[in-house]
């Protein structure tokens, strides 16, 4: 059998793949679409009437969501097809979770002609992409080598691993263990900060006291309205929740979706479609509660005995006259009131549309206002984040059931695995991982006010660098041409070590370039997203060809160079370390009842027995004993803690502040147009973006609006150049009435492909995107980007 060579039925086996690919683009309940499998290979690992043929449950690693159920087909150790969950399986209890076309072409992916076989370092230039082969021996003694000798010359704070998100969550991965190691001769320079959501994490708890505003999906099942505010679950995949959606769907409830791209979510969902520019949530928020307070929709009795801030009596003592929300809404102190009207001039949404929002969501009790990731990717994101808890404050819908209290989502409710045990790090100080390139610069410019934490100074710029499982350093880092400036000199970053299952643009960049395993060819255990519950064992379920190795079985040799082989791998291989963190796991956890590792090789599954929970539920109930963990005890309306700030980024009370490179930015002149990006539903970041079965699922196209397009004379796939002063990229039109006038959208995570000159070809958005932090979270704002666009 020729391994890399799929043929259509391999996958989709009930459909031709061309007829699929279609219906893809169409449709968006992808998990629907598959063929189910016989009530046989329904079973975990069975024969599926071939007597050499065995079905494994299973499921990917990779940063996405959803852990959704795959089976692999294994015949003579080859994966010859994939299929998803059965129907028969419907009664049981874990809700369903089929495969999603990214699923459905993991095969493909896995035995791709083009994955990286064999250990390399760099002949020539940093970037080049230009490899000789070596061995094994060779290349972990290199790496060994050059820890020793950086270290020495320059200090652990000089060590530094990178995000990677193509082995993700708390289990095991070679970014965790090469954290381990370096803990072990040392400790390195962590980085804090989540990309995907670390802005809106930072800005809740000056609400709440926490991140942890999120209630159980099962909480919201008579909700009659839900509000979807910048959120695209349909193709990003949050664990069980297009199950949940789809059954308050069916059972009545109402979706709006606030976004200014008609997602699939929008098409799959929603009743109504609100489309505003990008970065001015915050004044569609101020008019939608100037509104609920003028008509007096507002929820009295809760705002008075839960919150502070709402007006000018229930302020903090010492704080001026018309800073609380009441005030600054009717324009006391500016002199503008937040009307509709001055909202719609902001945002584009008609003031019409405005009130009926706002009525719909006061006037029916309880509503969940759910955000999403997208909108904190902006410079404004922080305040974005906040202004929906405000909204769900007023309206009474914070700690009861049927409601929701927005801001960042996470549930405090949820469990992991406990991980590999992490020695401490004696090195103290930490960086934004959006500081990274300034420490591998100047290590000097990275200060408190930029974003260090622990320390006054680095002391050392960044020397080392490991990227394991990851295309950031060259493809999803913002301002992507500085980020790379940085890289190709030798004389910053002495060493770099990249792992990967294909030579990604950041892969060009490494020193030493490794050829990492798949999901299939190593052990692990799946962990979702959002208000998700449950587990999956990740099991190897075939051996990796050629001279793949996964990061931990190299970092052991490393280890072993480094004289600390048995302190590092406890003498566990990764099967091992995945049995000994789930029995960690099943101890940490006693009333749950966790079956034993040999058990959850044959259950594959595992969804916790969660009550469920409703956020700040006990906080409202019994306000007295358990008060909100803010300053004041109460929901803050007006945080103090900003107001002492002084930012005018960042206000005590959360409002419409215009954005740089937003609509109102002068920038416009030269740059009229706002460039988004989204998660789309044929791969997860760039994961994925080398399956060519995928790129036909959804090809990288720039959307713009036709009164847009017409104007500058563009038409469907006409190559246009869209640009700014940090990059240019040159990519196809999709003229579509799916993204609003004054504003065009690429999918993220296409693979950047300069030319000589510069100009990018893959559809890399990064190319265009700002590296300037957030000023409280001190986070990414990638999503903020003016551009203008011309036919090429």
């Known amino acids: 059998m020729d391994k890399t060579d799929n043929t259509e039925d391999d996958i989709f086996p009930a459909v031709t793949r061309r007829g699929f690919l279609q219906a893809s683009s169409a449709l968006v309940t992808l ?27 299973t499921c990917s690693t990779f940063d996405c969501g959803g852990k959704c159920d795959i089976r692999t087909h294994i015949r003579d150790g080859v994966v010859t097809r994939i299929s998803t969950r059965p129907d028969e399986a419907l009664d049981e209890q874990m809700p369903i979770m089929r495969a999603c076309v990214r699923g459905r072409g993991y095969r493909k992916f896995v035995y791709h002609p083009d994955r990286l076989k064999y250990p390399m370092k760099r002949v020539g230039k940093r970037g080049e992409g230009k490899f000789e082969r070596i061995t094994w021996d060779e290349a ?12 020495q010359q320059y200090g652990p704070g000089s060590r530094y691993v990178h995000v990677g998100t193509a082995v993700s969550g708390g289990t095991f991965s070679g970014d965790k263990m090469s954290r381990r ?21 930072a800005a809740t708890p000056y609400t709440y006291g926490t991140p942890a505003s999120g209630s159980s999906l099962d909480t919201l099942m008579d909700t009659k309205l839900v509000i979807l505010w910048g959120h695209n679950p349909t193709e990003t995949i949050f664990g069980h929740t297009n199950y949940f959606f789809q059954k308050m769907k069916q059972n009545g409830t109402r979706f709006i979706v606030v976004d200014p791209r008609y997602s699939d979510t929008v098409s799959s969902l929603a009743e109504q479609w609100i489309p505003l520019l990008p970065t001015t949530d915050n004044a569609l928020m101020d008019a939608m509660m100037y509104v609920i307070v003028s008509e007096n929709l ?21 704080i001026p006259a018309n800073e609380s929300l009441v005030a600054y809404l009717m324009g006391e102190k500016d002199g503008v009131r937040k009307t509709p009207e001055w909202a719609e001039k902001i945002t584009h949404v008609p003031a019409q549309t405005i009130r009926q929002l706002a009525r719909d969501y006061a006037n029916t009790r309880p509503a969940a206002l759910i955000q999403g990731w997208g909108p904190q990717r902006h410079n404004c994101g922080e305040r974005t984040a906040r202004g929906s808890t405000l909204l769900a404050s007023i309206t009474g819908n914070v700690g009861v ?32 991982v959006m500081n990274w390139v300034q420490a591998a610069d100047d290590a000097s410019k990275v200060t408190p006010e930029m974003g260090l934490k622990d320390a006054d100074k680095l002391d050392s710029n960044i020397r080392l660098l490991f990227s394991l499982a990851g295309n950031y350093l060259a493809n999803q880092n913002p301002d992507l041409h500085q ?20 030579m990604t643009p950041s892969a060009k960049y490494a020193d030493v370039l490794l050829p990492e395993t798949s999901f299939m060819e190593r052990w692990n255990i799946g962990e979702t997203w959002g208000t998700a519950s449950y587990l999956i064992l990740s099991e190897k379920v075939i051996k990796p060809e050629f001279e793949r190795r996964s990061d931990y079985d190299w970092l052991r040799e490393v280890a072993a160079k480094l004289g600390i082989e048995a302190e590092f791998s406890q003498n566990r291989d990764e099967k091992q370390w995945i049995e000994h963190i789930w029995q960690q796991t099943v101890e940490s956890m006693p009333d749950e009842n966790l079956p034993n590792f040999a058990t959850l090789q044959k259950t594959r599954q595992y969804l916790f027995k969660d009550r469920p929970y409703v956020a700040f539920e006990e906080n409202i109930r019994d306000p007295k004993n358990h008060p909100f963990p803010t300053p004041s005890g109460k929901i803050e309306i007006f945080s103090q803690r900003l107001y002492e700030m002084k930012h005018a980024e960042i206000p005590a009370l959360s409002h419409y502040v215009p954005a740089h490179e937003g609509p109102e930015d002068p920038l416009t002149a030269k740059y009229p147009l706002q460039l988004i990006t989204w998660k789309g539903k044929n791969r997860a970041n760039s ?15 720039l959307w713009i609006n036709p009164q847009d397009a017409q104007k500058r004379g563009i038409e469907q796939g006409t190559i246009v150049r869209v640009h700014n002063d940090r990059g240019v990229c040159e990519v196809p039109a999709e003229v579509t009435p799916r993204i609003i006038p004054g504003v065009v959208a690429m999918q993220a995570g296409a693979w950047w492909q300069p030319d000589e000159q510069g100009v990018d070809h893959g559809g890399c958005p990064n190319v265009l995107s700002s590296a300037r932090i957030t000023p409280l979270a001190k986070g990414n704002s990638h999503q903020t ?7 090429v």
């Open 785 to 791: 980007m003016l551009v203008e666009v011309v036919k």
């Open 687 to 701: 994961t994925q973006y080398a399956n060519p079965w995928l790129q036909e699922v959804q090809t990288q196209k």
């Open 401 to 432: 059931k049927g409601g929701w209290a927005a801001g960042y989502g996470g549930i405090a409710s949820r469990k992991f695995t406990t991980g590999p045990e992490m020695p401490d790090n004696p090195v103290k100080a930490k960086i934004s």
């Open 140 to 151: 972990t003694t290199l790496i060994a080598d050059n820890i020793k000798a950086i270290t």
């Open 181 to 201: 190691l370096l803990n072990l001769t040392g400790g390195y320079l962590e980085s804090y900060h989540s990309v995907s959501m670390g802005n809106t994490a």
């Open 31 to 57: 998990p629907f679409l598959a063929t189910s499998v016989s009530a046989a290979q329904a079973k975990n690992e069975t024969s599926s009437g071939a007597q050499d043929e065995r079905v494994v449950q």
């Open 483 to 502: 980020a790379v400036k940085v890289l190709e000199d030798e004389s910053k970053i002495k060493f770099i070590v990249a792992s990967d299952l294909f």
């Open 298 to 318: 507002h929820d009295t009795d809760f705002i008075q005995r839960y919150t502070l801030g709402f007006d000018e009596a229930s302020m903090p003592k010492g």
